[in-house]
């Protein structure tokens, strides 16, 4: 009877871990960059990022909770109903575009990102960010100071980092679209190869 009750105790035990472990849920939450603006979703690199974890990471799911327009203090209000509806294990951050088109103060950037990696790490989750950078017309000073948001913030929280989402992309027209601001259809396989290899280790 001792014997049936130590298993009956450690079976409860094992369920209960398995019912508290996050879901194998890849939230990903960012603007117009992740939406598949202007494009087929399909061929957004967050949809993407989904077909290649089918392949390579059997059960795996990602939910894009992307909107485009979306600013960082949007995303931060937005974040603690995600979290607690998907229980991810792995939460992608791709905010701060729209506050830097809009020239916001990146104190507030900073605050905003700083929250919602906490709150990411705080339910369980490992953080992913993706930084952006602003055209030449927003002067050095503004645009270094957003990198070193994103720098300061993964070295600080302990977080991964891509830089620039866009890194080999963005000055090729080609992979443009007009407005200078969104990948065509045919660059976004390269914003997954910018993001993939910050990712796997995360999975």
Known sequence: ??????????????????????????????????????????????????????????????????????????????????????????????????????????????????????MAQHAGAKVLLLGIEMPVNYGPRYRDGLRAVYADLASQKHTALVPFLLEGIALKPALMQEDGLHPVATGEPLVLGNVWPKLEPLL
């Open 1 to 118: 009877m001792r014997r049936f009750l130590c298993l009956f105790v450690l079976l409860c035990c094992v369920i209960g871990a398995v019912q508290a472990a996050p879901a194998k849920n890849v939230l990903v939450l960012g603007d117009s960059l992740s939406a598949a603006h202007n494009i087929p979703v399909e061929a957004g690199w967050v949809h993407l990022l989904e077909v290649r974890l089918k392949q390579m990471e059997p059960g795996w799911s990602v939910i894009n909770a992307s909107i485009s327009g979306e600013t960082s203090v949007s995303g931060r209000n937005r974040l603690p109903a995600l979290l607690a509806q998907y229980h991810p294990r792995v939460v992608i951050i791709e905010l701060g575009a729209n506050d830097g088109l809009r020239g916001l103060p990146l104190a507030d950037l900073r605050s905003n990102l700083a929250a919602m990696i906490d």
